[in-house]
């Protein structure tokens, strides 16, 4: 069996490379989707390839749109969508994507701090699994690939 994983959410950590390393190290037939993790290629796309926006408002409207075609085809083509919420920055839009994920079936795995548990209590309730930290997350791919 092979998986397709999602990685969504927070940007300002090396979460995704800690996943995508465990992976790696145990050999695991995983292939990792992610959004565009550069903040400012992220953030100005819209402006890129559509033409320079005054209104900040327009700007990002723009540059989220054109973002979320990735998104949701990546979130579509998985089997499993793993969100992280940081500590330092709200993630609004992994909160959309924890609920995208769950009205389109995917299996949802959640990564926060204790801190966060409370606030985050819906997300969570939607989740699979409620983890703390990557190395959590990559023992449950391990386990669900090979039984260990």
Excluded at 105 to 117: D, N, P, Q, W
């Amino acid at each position: 069996m092979e998986l397709k994983v999602y990685l969504s959410g927070e940007i300002h950590t090396d979460w995704r490379g800690e996943i995508i390393d465990g992976i790696h190290a145990l050999n695991l037939p995983i292939e990792v989707l992610t959004p565009v993790t550069t903040h400012a290629a992220s953030d100005d796309v819209g402006d890129e390839i559509l033409g320079r926006e005054e209104s900040s408002f327009w700007k990002d409207h723009k540059s989220a749109k054109i973002n979320s075609i990735r998104i949701r085809n990546a979130i579509e083509k998985s089997d499993i969508v793993v969100v992280k919420f940081g500590e330092k920055y709200k993630q609004w839009n992994a909160a959309f994507d924890a609920g995208f994920a769950v009205a389109k079936g995917k299996s949802l795995i959640t990564i926060h701090s204790a801190e966060h548990t409370h606030p985050l209590k819906e997300i969570d309730a939607a989740a699979l699994a409620v983890t703390e930290n990557p190395g959590q997350v990559v023992k449950i791919l391990q386990y669900i690939l090979t039984q260990k």
